[in-house]
């Protein structure tokens, strides 16, 4: 079994709907990370969390320590929000990441 | 731009030669990481610098490949004897000090062995 958990593997959605995506983790944390990669691109950092909910424009992120889960929300989807999004935790033990397989999101318009 | 830059981005390359790419990581942060992502894949970590020292190396990093960060800065990963195999993006982060601070990557290195 993975350490990292996401799910769904894919999500195709037509625009303007409300998205969840999910991370389940069986390690201790320090910290959650999610990320985004588009298409032939590089990886860009969304959130960092350790407790609570963070809020960035249309991106929602929650953590549940007790539970090992977190969830990605993002309201009112556009095509632009297509990309790959990567859960990857940070555990108490090291400094590395370990990285979840990844959900890749389409968008319709 | 002040965020992580690495050079080339693009690197093609024949079986059994060496490659070598370049990570330049935000100025002020300490850590610098190295990952490998191959199609499909998620990024798997290959090693991780904290200043000039190397702190960890996964098993992922054979003898083939030596990565250095001479003044704590910028770090170099060098590849001997290319394999086919090694064939992926090479992608480097940083971050500030604080276990479990964000990372910020740069665009990553393709590299082709054929």
């Known amino acids: 079994k993975n350490e990292v958990e996401q799910s769904p593997q894919n999500l195709t959605a037509q625009e303007g709907e409300f998205i969840t995506i999910n991370c389940s983790y069986s390690?201790?944390?320090?910290?959650l990370h999610w990320l985004q990669q588009h298409p032939g691109g590089g990886i860009v950092s969304l959130f960092m969390?350790?407790?609570?909910?963070k809020k960035h424009g249309r991106l929602i992120a929650t953590i549940n320590i007790q539970e090992k889960h977190s969830s990605l929300h993002i309201t009112a989807s556009h095509p632009r929000d297509s990309a790959v999004y990567i859960c990857?935790?940070?555990?108490?033990?090291?400094?590395?990441?370990?990285w979840g397989a990844g959900t890749k999101l389409i968008i319709k318009p | 731009d002040t965020g992580v830059s690495q050079d080339p981005r693009h690197k093609i390359t024949k079986r059994g030669q060496n490659v070598t790419f370049r990570c330049d990581p935000i100025?002020?942060?300490?850590?610098l990481y190295w990952y490998r992502q191959t199609l499909g894949q998620g990024p798997e970590f290959l090693t991780y610098?904290?200043?000039?020292?190397?702190?960890?190396k996964s098993r992922l990093l054979s003898d083939r490949f030596s990565a250095e960060r001479p003044k704590g800065s910028f770090s170099t990963l060098e590849i001997q004897r290319t394999e086919q195999g090694d064939s992926a993006m090479y992608l480097c982060?940083?971050?500030?000090?604080?276990?479990?601070?964000?990372?910020?990557f740069g665009p990553g290195t393709r590299l082709t062995v054929l």
């Open positions: 100025s002020e942060h300490n850590r």
């Open positions: 390690v201790g944390i320090s910290a």
């Open positions: 610098f904290q200043n000039e020292a190397q702190l960890e």
């Open positions: 990857a935790v940070g555990p108490d033990s090291n400094y590395q990441l370990i």
């Open positions: 982060a940083s971050s500030l000090d604080a276990r479990g601070d964000t990372q910020y």
């Open positions: 969390l350790s407790s609570g909910k």
